[in-house]
């Protein structure tokens, strides 16, 4: 007797299972229903948003209407955050924290990432744990701390203040992005740039970045939208106008008292969002290749 | 001048854990030599240290008449192709050959005069615009050979290259290797599990086991004079059989008492080298090429066996007979005309001129 058909005789290993295309509707009804659930919870909030700001203050306060509908829309808050000059100097302060939280942030992810994954050196296992662990410590933790460091650097109300703090948050992630993704790059591809006669900065730069470019740009998505809605630094660091990004200025100006500029701050808010909604628009490929390297046999 | 020395070489890692065993080798210029033997030999890690991949524990490598053991791998004139081709997947075919002599900073006419030439003997010219993705696995092996030939340097380096290679084109590649060793003549240094790679590239062959080196010689050598039984039985497909046997003498003639009770002549031309060794169990190695089906014609000692086999494995250009005698697995080379049949006894012929003995105490060929 074979062993399948010895097998055959012992209950439960064959499942009396429905058909393929039955078990195949069952999943797809499922997925379908649970993704529909996720949208509704993820989408309503920006939506409401979106309404909101696309009402006059008449509309808004009004009770007796229905929120989600919009009876005459109105691009007035639009008009008057984008008119308004300090709304644009928010934007200027956030994109110039941004761009050098991101800078920043790559140049040391990657050369810190590069170094722990491929230079085998002593103790390299224990630093990458440990720079992920920084990871895990919140930022509501840190800012008491860091608000000493830089107001000992004489760093208050400015955006170089954020600037020096943001990596807090960006570059152990990133750096742990980098560790995975260079990580999944065959050990062949070292060594045969080696003999073929790469100094390790050339290796870095000719092969690694080039090769790691999708995980490059997933870290580089992480530390711009970490960096742009950064709200517990700046609400403790940055208190003139001046000096703010979006994300507080947008509500330290528009509140006056207990008066909500609610058509404003929604317009504010939404239009903050759009950097990071563009970004990820255009590098979306490039972010779930990045997030996913090595996961299977390429 | 390209020579390549190891002197006494060692690699111990973390705990102890040996994997050369201080290997002693010379392979002259111009040589194609094949590292061969089962994984965790030390074949692969012998060729990593002579790449500079590898630290050396103890030992002296030289590299043209320079001891090479504290130079770096970009400085000792190498060029290695590696199993899973490593070609850099950013760049074009033509990008990966030039890298190594962008980097060395070549001038451009020269580059681009070396790739164009490397393609041409690989056959790769209507591919150098082409990024490795895009390449089938023969192609990417091709082009992982054309960045090691532009480089022209001292000494190629292998590291089983057709592995990932279906059996077809690992066949046709093996050919092209030994076309492209016969035009550039550069000092090859190949490493392999693969007996038939090592028997069809090799000028020599060195036979590597628990990090020591077997028998080092010509292919033809190793298969008909094997110095032990681990050479014996891993050259040579299917693998020489091992049948155990008392050696003994009657009236100045030698001859072989297997364990079911058969008797075998050992040919005369043996006697002197053997007789030292009457009355001690041996065993017994013959290929299954020289335990053949009855040919009357035969005039190469023929002794007769009778055996029962156990399956048969019809191959088209033969037929192979597997049997079990004593406990040991014994294969045969039929003729395909041969009515051969599962569980009839089948006479046999062991051409006993090609018979090998082993003495058992300590697996030596005798």
Redesign the interface.
């Known amino acids: 007797m074979s062993a399948t058909a010895a097998n055959r005789g012992i209950p439960g290993i064959y499942h009396k299972a429905g058909s393929l295309r039955a078990e195949r509707r069952w999943a797809l009804w499922t997925a379908y229903i649970s993704l529909i659930i996720a949208c509704i919870i993820f989408l309503a909030p920006p939506v409401y948003m979106l309404l909101t700001s696309l009402k006059s203050n008449a509309e808004i306060s009004d009770l007796t209407l229905n929120p989600w509908l919009i009876r005459s829309p109105t691009l007035e808050n639009y008009e008057a955050i984008l008119g308004n000059p300090i709304f644009i100097r928010f934007f200027i302060n956030s994109a110039i924290v941004t761009t050098c939280v991101v800078v920043l942030t790559m140049v040391i992810s990657v050369l810190a990432a590069f170094a722990l994954a491929r230079m085998r050196f002593w103790g390299s296992q224990v630093l990458a744990t440990g720079v992920f662990l920084t990871y895990l410590v919140p930022d509501t933790l840190l800012f008491i701390p860091l608000y000493q460091i830089v107001g000992g650097l004489g760093l208050l109300n400015s955006v170089w203040g954020l600037i020096l703090v943001y990596p807090t948050l960006t570059v152990p992630f990133c750096t742990w992005i980098m560790i995975g993704y260079f990580a999944s790059i065959p050990k062949e591809l070292d060594e045969a740039a080696l003999i073929d006669g790469a100094s390790w900065s050339q290796m870095l730069l000719k092969i690694f970045v080039p090769v790691a470019m999708p995980g490059i740009i997933a870290a580089t998505i992480f530390a711009f939208t970490v960096s742009w809605a950064a709200f517990v630094y700046p609400t403790a660091f940055v208190t003139t106008a001046e000096s703010m990004p979006l994300t507080i200025g947008v509500v330290s100006q528009l509140v006056r008292g207990d008066t909500f500029a609610w058509g404003q701050i929604m317009a504010g808010a939404l239009s903050a969002a759009l950097p990071p909604v563009i970004i990820y628009a255009f590098l979306m490929d490039y972010y779930i290749a990045g997030l996913t390297a090595g996961a299977t046999k390429g | 001048m390209a020579q390549v020395s190891l002197r006494k070489i060692i690699k111990a890692y973390e705990g102890g854990v040996q994997a050369v065993k201080g290997i002693d080798l010379d392979i002259e210029d111009h040589e194609f030599v094949v590292l061969v033997g089962p994984s965790g030999c030390g074949k692969s890690t012998t060729l990593r240290m002579i ?3 590898e630290e050396i524990t103890s030992g002296d490598i030289a590299i043209g008449g320079t001891v090479v053991n504290d130079i ?3 400085d000792r004139d ?3 192709v ?3 081709y ?5 760049m074009s075919v033509y990008d990966n050959m030039a ?2 002599l962008t ?2 900073k070549f001038p451009k006419a020269e580059i681009d005069r070396r790739v164009k030439e490397a393609g041409r003997i690989l056959d790769i010219t209507p591919l150098l615009d082409r990024k490795p993705k895009a390449l089938s696995g023969g192609q990417r092996q091709r082009v992982a050979m054309g ?1 090691a030939i532009v ?1 022209d340097p001292k000494v190629f380096l292998f590291d089983e290259p057709l592995s990932n290679l279906d059996a077809k084109l690992r066949v046709q590649m093996r050919t092209e290797i030994k076309k492209v060793h016969q035009t550039v003549k550069t000092t090859t240094i190949y490493v392999t599990h693969d007996q038939v790679e090592a028997m069809t590239l090799a000028d020599r062959v060195v036979v590597m086991n628990h990090g020591v080196i077997e028998q080092v010689g010509p292919p033809q050598e190793l298969y008909h004079h094997p110095a032990t039984r681990f050479v014996a039985g891993f050259i040579g497909s299917p693998a020489m059989n091992f049948i155990p046997a008392r050696l003994e003498e009657m009236s100045g003639a030698l001859r072989l008492t297997l364990s079911n009770g058969q008797t075998l002549e050992v040919p005369d031309a043996r006697t002197a080298r053997y007789r030292a060794h009457a009355g001690k169990p041996v065993l017994f190695g013959i290929r299954p090429e020289h335990l053949t089906d009855d040919k009357p014609t035969d005039k190469t000692n023929p002794a007769p066996v009778t055996l029962t086999p156990e399956v048969i494995e019809p191959m088209g250009m033969e037929t192979l007979a597997h049997f079990k005698l004593d406990g040991a697995e014994i294969s045969a080379r039929l003729d395909p005309a041969t009515p051969a049949a599962v569980g009839e006894p089948l006479r046999l012929i062991a051409h006993m001129d090609q018979m090998h003995l082993i003495d058992p105490s300590n697996d030596k060929v005798l």
């Open positions: 790449a500079g991949l770096p791998p970009r190498i060029a290695m590696f199993q899973n490593a070609l850099y997947p950013h890298f190594g980097l060395r960045r480089r």
